[in-house]
Structure formats: C-alpha cells, structure tokens
C-alpha cells in the first residue's frame, strides 16, 4: 500500500509529521490476527454443540433429549456441562488477563501476542484429538489463556502504532477480524456437519490456522515506540517510530512519548492509581461499555446461533446456513464501521445502533411469542425469514457499533501511566460477562423462552441513555490530549478533573494541595 501523508495534532499543539507507511499496515493486519482466531473460538462452539456426533460422544443426555422431543423446544439444550464447554474459554481468559496485564509492561506488547499464539496452539491440539470431556475443556481452557494475552495486548498494540488520525479505523482491524473468524468458523461447521462421524475434530482443529498466523506475525512485527520507550530502550524506540511514520521528523512525537513514558513511571501501583478520582470517568466507562457490550445479547446469538434456529425449529442444515448469513452480515456491518468510526464519530455510531437494536429484538420477541410454543415448531417459511432477517438486522448494528467500539474507547482513553491496567480491568469485565451469558443463555431461554430478546432489549435502551448524557466523543483526539480536550469539557465528568493539576516535585507526581499521588 503507498504510504500517504498526512498530520496528526500533537499535545502541544504543534503538529506531529505522519505517514501511513506500509509497515503500520502490515504490522495491524498481523496483530488483529488475534481477533481472527477470539472470533474463531465464538463462532465453533455453538455448531460443533449442535452436531450429533459431537453430542453423542460427550454429552449423550442432550442428545437424547433432542432426538426423544418430549422436552419443551426452549429447553432442548439447558445443560450445565454444555455451556461448560463454552464458558469455560471466558473464565480462563479472565485469569490469563490478570498475568497479561505483567507482560505487557514488563516484557512488550509484541512478546504478550506471541505468549497467546503459544497458548492457542496447544489448546487446538487438546481439542483436536479430545477423547473425553476433561480434554475437551482442558483445550478450552488453554484457548481461553490464549484469548486473554490477545485481548490486552492486540487493542493497546494497535492503538499505539496507528497514526491518531486513522486509530479509529485500524484499531477496529481486531474487531473485523473477530467477525472475520465468526464466519469463517460457520462456514466450517456447515461443511463438517456433513462429516461423520468427526466433522466436530475438524472444526476443532482448524482453529490452528488463525493459531499460526497470529504466532507467526507476533515473531516478525516490531514493538510499538510506547513499549520500547516504556521499557527504558529509548534509541530503539525512536527508531521504530522513524519507521513506523515514515519520515526523520519525529521529535516531537518522541519527546511527547518519553514524558508520558516518565511521568507512567513513577506510578507504582497502576491498579491503585486507576481508582483515583482523576481517572474515574475512564475507569467507569470502560466497565460498563463491557457489561453494555455483553448484555446487548449478541454473545448470546453469536455463541448459539445454530443451536438457537434448531430450537426455533430450523432444521440442522438450515440452523448452520442461517448462522453463516449472520457471521456474513456481522462481517460486513464492520466494515461499515471501519470506514466511518473516524468520520461520523463514536456517539453517532453507538445511538444510531441502540435504535435499531431496540427494534430488532422486540420484533423477534413479538414473533416467537405468538409462533413459537412450548412443544410445537409452528415458526412457518415466512415467520422464519423475517426471524433471520431481524437477526440479521441486530446484528448487523451491533457490528458497527458496539462490537469494535467497546474495544476502541477504552484503549484510547486510558493515559499512558494507567493504560495497561485499565486495559486489563477492561479485558477482566468483559470476559467475566461473556462467561455469565455464555454459562446461563441456554438455561436463560429455557425459563423467559420469547421474553429473553425483551431482556436484552431492555438492556439496549439503558445502555443507549447512558450514551446519550455521559459518553464523550473522542474522535480524532491524540490519546496524551484527552484529559484537556475531552474530560475537562464534558458536562458531568469535568467535576472529577478539578484536582488534575499535577506536576513532578522529587521523583514523586503530586498535586495541587502538595499531597503525593
């Protein structure tokens, strides 16, 4: 790709020089391989759950109760070894992050990708050659570790090497990449549902390519400037920014780096620090844009998508095909947000969406209510369409908003001295509310049967209204300028910033009163 140039405002309000070289795109495209093979593990679980061959091997309850029809078709699949195997990943992600959080300090963003690329290689292994229960989530459990260094490192790697005027766009690579792998992994398992009787150890094992290329890319892309100045190799790290930008005229850029560098290195305790009431708003948004993230209930589609038409009384042909259409649209709905997050900006993306989201999940309640009973698979040809269509038109908002932007704002909101740590509580939430939903769904839908899309839908309006008053737009602001230009001027969150006037007195960070920080 030729290198375009163009400026990124600086903090000083000089401009910072910046190209969009080459090696920017290649080294984003390599690092997002880590949302491929996060959107891969999603997306296998739900249709290797709905084959026979797999159920008959590890979970023969399920398969009886699906094959003997006495059970109500919401409750076909309510077992808690079931969603396990699901959950399981989400659980020892959030561990994982929790040491994650250390390495990508200590020893590098580019070291952390490649300590997950490891781990998802194993995992791939243990479930490829799975012969009983303990080994299949054994396997999930190595993935999981391996989804929890990807998830901190791969979003604060991108955030960092991405000119700030394309960040919006490059960051939200992970995020396509995650759709990418979505699809890709239902696409197999409509192939492999047709290979008996180990179509599912396929599906499992090719998990190992995003494995490969996410390994692959973590031994060959260089570190960001952040981390290699962060880690005290200051000549290397200006180097790499030469590079990275394209052009000699770095100075100013680096300088603006090393200050933020020292100033994050006299935070001791970044966790402690997070709680400040300086960084409060940074803190609180970034949790509940996870917690929002989640209970939109698209994990819950993504996850169950085939198992979910099977219960809506989709045969299994139809389920697999009616979840590639899904994967296909999420795909292309991120797109749609590559291009515009840096254009239209975050708020608009995220309102437009909560809109359509609403809509979307009280039409498909509406219609499973009335078409769908306990025990008879009433949801005609037509009825079925428009349940895909609305699907479709769900997910389709949540990918260009919610999806890659509860990821974006907070790695770009975070100060340098807190942003591995606040990257690492957001990693931890996130993942402990996609193991909630993935763990309880099934369970969820055989008790509130039509009434779980009213559940989700209520939730989508509560996150839309926090949106509205207490988001903050951060297009097309340098990271090191948020505090000035974006918490200092908002209505609600300015009130936490009247005691951000530091400064550096004997090593120590204090604060307008003297007191040390």
């Not at 045969?315 to 239209?344: H, P």
Request: aromatic fraction near 12%; charge should be positive; glycine fraction near 8%.
């Amino acid at each position: 790709m030729p290198a375009g140039g163009f400026s990124v405002s600086a903090p000083s309000g000089v401009e910072f020089e910046a190209k969009i070289t080459p090696i920017v795109i290649i080294s984003c495209i390599m690092a997002a391989t880590g949302g491929l093979m996060f959107g891969y593990d999603v997306g296998i679980s739900g249709g290797v759950t709905s084959m026979d061959d797999f159920l008959g091997k590890f979970f023969p309850a399920v398969l009886r109760k699906k094959q003997e029809d006495k059970e109500s078709n919401y409750c076909k699949y309510d077992n808690q070894g079931l969603q396990l195997f699901t959950s399981s990943l989400y659980l020892a992600g959030l561990t994982a992050t929790f040491f994650a959080s250390y390495t990508t300090r200590r020893l590098g963003r580019r070291l952390t990708m490649l300590v997950a690329g490891v781990f998802f290689l194993v995992g791939v292994i243990f479930n490829g050659a799975a012969q009983d229960l303990a080994m299949l989530i054994v396997g999930r459990i190595l993935l999981g570790c391996g989804v929890g260094f990807a998830n901190q490192a791969v979003p604060l790697f991108l955030s960092e090497i991405a000119p700030t005027r394309i960040r919006g766009g490059l960051n939200i690579l992970f995020q396509l990449n995650v759709t990418i792998g979505i699809l890709f992994a239902n696409l197999v398992n409509y192939g492999t549902s047709k290979i008996h009787p180990w179509g599912w150890r396929l599906s499992l094992s090719l998990a190992g390519i995003p494995a490969v290329l996410l390994t692959l890319g973590a031994l060959f892309v260089t570190d960001t400037p952040n981390s290699l100045i962060e880690r005290g190799r200051l000549e290397e790290g200006k180097a790499v920014l030469k590079k990275i930008r394209g052009t000699d005229n770095v100075e100013p850029e680096f300088n603006e780096i090393v200050e933020a560098s020292r100033v994050a290195q006299e935070v001791k305790h970044p966790f402690r620090n997070l709680l400040q009431r300086r960084n409060r708003p940074q803190l609180v948004i970034a949790v509940l844009l996870q917690i929002f993230q989640q209970f939109t209930g698209i994990n819950a589609i993504m996850f169950y998508a085939p198992v979910l038409f099977n219960t809506l009384g989709f045969k299994s042909d139809a389920s697999l095909y009616s979840a590639v259409i899904t994967g296909a649209v999420n795909v292309l709905s991120t797109l749609v947000s590559v291009y515009s997050v840096d254009r239209v900006g975050r708020r608009m993306l995220l309102l437009e969406a909560g809109v359509q989201m609403f809509l979307s999940q009280v039409a498909i309640a509406v219609v499973l209510g009335i078409k769908v009973t306990d025990h008879s698979d009433s949801l005609g040809h037509g009825w079925a369409i428009v349940v895909v269509v609305m699907v479709c038109t769900f997910v389709s908002s949540f990918a260009w908003s919610w999806g890659p932007l509860g990821w974006l704002i907070p790695s770009e909101t975070f100060p340098l001295e807190t942003r591995s740590a606040g990257q690492s509580v957001t990693v931890c939430v996130n993942l402990l509310f996609t193991f909630v939903i993935a763990q309880a769904f099934l369970s969820m839908l055989c008790h509130l049967k039509y009434a779980i899309f009213v559940f989700f839908s209520a939730w989508v309006l509560v996150m839309s209204l926090f949106v509205l008053f207490f988001l903050p737009e951060t297009k097309n602001v340098p990271i090191e300028e948020m505090t000035e230009r974006v918490w200092k001027q908002h209505w609600f969150w300015k009130r936490y910033m009247d005691d951000d006037n530091h400064h550096i007195v004997n090593g120590k960070i204090t604060a307008n009163n003297g007191a040390s920080v």
